[in-house]
């Protein structure tokens, strides 16, 4: 008889919305892309806050990349200097230094932002771990670097990380829909969910064109109770359309 396991994989992004752990606490390991190709100015190195005055704004980590860089999360170089971290804990305390628990979770965040970290990789990592360690998350995770994977291509890297993970199930965001090889899935008797996870308005804040923007995870540690942040997150799991 086949164990049932459920694979979530995702990037190692900088301080994730809640639908990132939402995910992760669903899966039975958690695989983290630390070798794959890196983005400048996305979600690997920027994600919203609210400013005091109510507005989503991007928290953005500096880092060295030009346009014509090819590099992965474990190769692209935080760019220190006036922007990181200073300016970046500036922007933070800004926000949030009237906020109920700004005093229990900031020294943890400042000591993270302010360490060497030379890749970004290894700085989002770390703020994930500390948000696991937070909320009691104990999905294994592991990197993908450290699987054997060869020169598999990258419409199959996901299908080959389920394959060498033995998963049942991959638990996919409803965006992969249109790349996804399901028939290759299927081949491999391993079943897709396409998961999806909202919050309502009053977690998120408009930016200046209105539009309403989920927060990153650290809005939620700052301003409301744990429970109420793990309650939100272990939400049930509905199938994307």
């Excluded at 507005?55 to 220190?80: C, G, H, M, W």
């Excluded at 943890?108 to 932002?113: G, K, Q």
């Excluded at 030379?118 to 990197?143: G, S």
Aim: include cysteine; aromatic fraction near 14%; proline fraction near 5%.
């Amino acid at each position: 008889m086949t164990l049932k396991k459920i694979v979530g994989i995702h990037q190692p992004n900088f301080l994730p919305w809640l639908g990132y752990f939402h995910k992760m606490v669903r899966s039975d390991e958690f695989v983290l892309l630390d070798n794959v190709q890196f983005s400048k100015n996305s979600i690997g190195n920027r994600s919203y806050i609210k400013r005091k005055d109510g507005y989503a704004a991007y928290l953005t980590v500096p880092v060295r990349l030009s346009k014509q860089s090819f590099k992965n999360y474990n190769e692209t170089e935080i760019d220190f200097g006036p922007r990181w971290p200073e300016k970046g804990l500036n922007i933070v305390k800004d926000a949030y230094q009237k906020a109920p628990f700004f005093k229990t979770i900031y020294p943890f965040v400042a000591d993270i932002f302010q360490k060497q970290h030379i890749h970004i990789a290894a700085l989002n990592m770390e703020l994930i771990q500390f948000v696991r360690d937070y909320l009691d998350i104990h999905t294994p995770m592991i990197l993908s670097s450290t699987l054997n994977l060869g020169d598999v291509n990258k419409s199959d890297l996901v299908l080959e990380i389920n394959k060498q993970r033995h998963a049942t199930t991959y638990l996919s965001g409803g965006g992969a829909r249109a790349y996804n090889d399901e028939n290759s899935f299927n081949a491999n008797n391993i079943n897709i969910i396409y998961t999806k996870f909202s919050i309502d308005d009053i977690y998120k804040a408009p930016d200046e064109n209105k539009v309403f923007e989920n927060l990153n995870v650290l809005h939620f540690m700052f301003n409301y109770e744990k429970p109420l942040i793990k309650e939100l997150i272990y939400c049930p799991t509905t199938t994307a359309n």
